[in-house]
């Protein structure tokens, strides 16, 4: 299925290129959640078994698929997003491929992806969120009842802004929600994601008011056959 695997590293983070047997030209630029890693052999979405299995599905479909440790829990901060245009250039020297590409994005890392989403998106056919994560406000606002995780959580956006812990939340607090020109659908389970659905509503109507194309599926079961699913929306955005 997959028949060449190429590790890169830039400013000390890598990125995996899974390149099928028959390449069908489009490549899907993955960009994982609070779990995801990737280094030099394997990532997150190679171990995990759901998320092996949807990019079994993207490989077999003929997609070129790559991803990138993005600096961790990156939370969405400007050198992660800046990343995320070096990655994509970095591909597309290397690889056969056409120019406008499709995303897939999990939790947090809808955060970076949102960025590449604004700034990039005539380089973007569609992008598939899954579980997303829009508004650091609402999460920080959900997690001050833990103070244990919210101490952590502003630490952590502490170090990925590189700005002092007692600067964070004025830093988000002043993060709006980016609207997507390309067409989006999310995928939200109920059980399986920490953000709210409130916070995706809220994106929804932001991509309505602006005329943008927005669909949300709410899974009540597994995530079986999602990888398809996925598929058959980045068919409908494939007419050259």
Excluded at 69 to 95: D, M
Excluded at 182 to 187: G, H, N, R, S
Excluded at 223 to 234: A, C, P, V
Aim: proline share 3%; net charge neutral.
């Amino acid at each position: 299925m997959c028949i060449r695997k190429r590790a890169y590293q830039l400013d000390g983070e890598w990125t995996i290129v899974l390149v099928p047997e028959r390449p069908n030209g489009f490549g899907i630029f993955i960009i994982g959640g609070l779990t995801h890693f990737v280094d030099a052999d394997t990532s997150f979405w190679l171990q995990n078994h759901t998320r092996e299995g949807m990019i079994a599905d993207f490989l077999e479909a003929g997609y070129i698929v790559y991803t990138s440790n993005l600096y961790g829990r990156h939370w969405g901060s400007p050198k992660a997003a800046k990343l995320t245009e070096r990655i994509y250039h970095l591909v597309h020297k290397q690889e056969i491929l056409n120019p406008r590409i499709h995303v897939v994005a999990e939790g947090m890392g809808v955060l970076a992806a949102n960025a590449f989403l604004n700034n990039r998106h005539t380089l973007v056919r569609s992008a598939a969120l899954l579980n997303p994560c829009f508004d650091l406000k609402r999460l920080v606002r959900q997690e001050q009842v833990n103070r244990l995780f919210y101490k952590r959580l502003l630490r952590e956006m502490a170090q990925a802004y590189e700005i002092e812990n007692d600067e964070v939340l004025t830093r988000i607090d002043n993060k709006e929600t980016e609207a997507c020109p390309c067409p989006v659908k999310i995928w939200h389970h109920s059980m399986k994601s920490p953000y709210s659905l409130e916070q995706i509503r809220e994106y929804e109507r932001l991509q309505q008011e602006l005329g943008y194309s927005i669909d949300l599926a709410l899974l009540s079961d597994s995530y079986q056959f999602l990888g398809k699913k996925m598929i058959r929306f980045f068919q409908q955005h494939e007419e050259l």
